[in-house]
C-alpha cells in the first residue's frame, strides 16, 4: 500500500489535519514562542560576547528579553548584564522586573494576554 496514489492521499490527510493544529497552537501561544526565541538569540549573542561590540543604548536592547523572561536564573544574569551598562534607571527597571517574579514566580499582568 505504500507505493499507492491511497496511501499518499492519507498521509497528507493526516499531516494537513495536524498541520493545522500545529499551526493553531503557534497562534496560540505566539507571544511565549517569540519571547523564548528573542531569550535564545540574546543569550547566544552574550555567550559569544556580541554585546561586548555593540554601544550601550543597543547592548539595552539586546538585553530586553532578559528581562522580560519569567525564569529566575534569567534575572540573575540580567542583573549583571544591565548592571554594567551603567545606567541606573534601566538596572532599576529590571531590579523591579526580578522583584515581581520573585515575588510571583511570573507576570500576573500576563494571565489576561495568555
Known amino acids: 500500500m505504500a507505493d499507492t496514489d491511497s496511501f499518499m492521499q492519507v ?7 495536524y ?3 500545529v499551526i493553531e497552537a503557534l497562534k496560540t501561544h505566539e507571544m ?16 559569544r560576547g556580541l554585546d561586548a561590540e555593540l ?6 536592547f539586546l538585553y530586553m528579553p532578559y528581562m522580560h523572561s519569567e525564569s529566575r536564573l534569567v534575572h540573575d ?3 549583571q ?6 545606567n541606573p ?9 526580578k522583584a515581581i517574579i520573585d515575588r510571583f514566580g511570573r507576570y500576573p499582568h500576563r494571565n489576561a494576554v495568555l
Not at 32 to 47: G, T
Not at 89 to 97: A, M, Y
Open 32 to 47: 511565549a514562542l517569540r519571547s523564548a526565541i528573542l531569550l535564545a538569540l540574546a543569550q547566544e549573542a552574550v555567550r
Open 77 to 79: 544574569s540580567a542583573l
Open 81 to 86: 548584564l544591565f548592571s554594567a551598562l551603567g
Open 19 to 21: 498541520d493545522s493544529r
Open 55 to 60: 554601544p550601550p543604548t543597543q547592548r539595552h
Open 11 to 17: 498521509a497528507i490527510a493526516i499531516s494537513t489535519y
Open 89 to 97: 534607571g534601566v538596572l532599576d527597571f529590571e531590579r523591579q522586573h
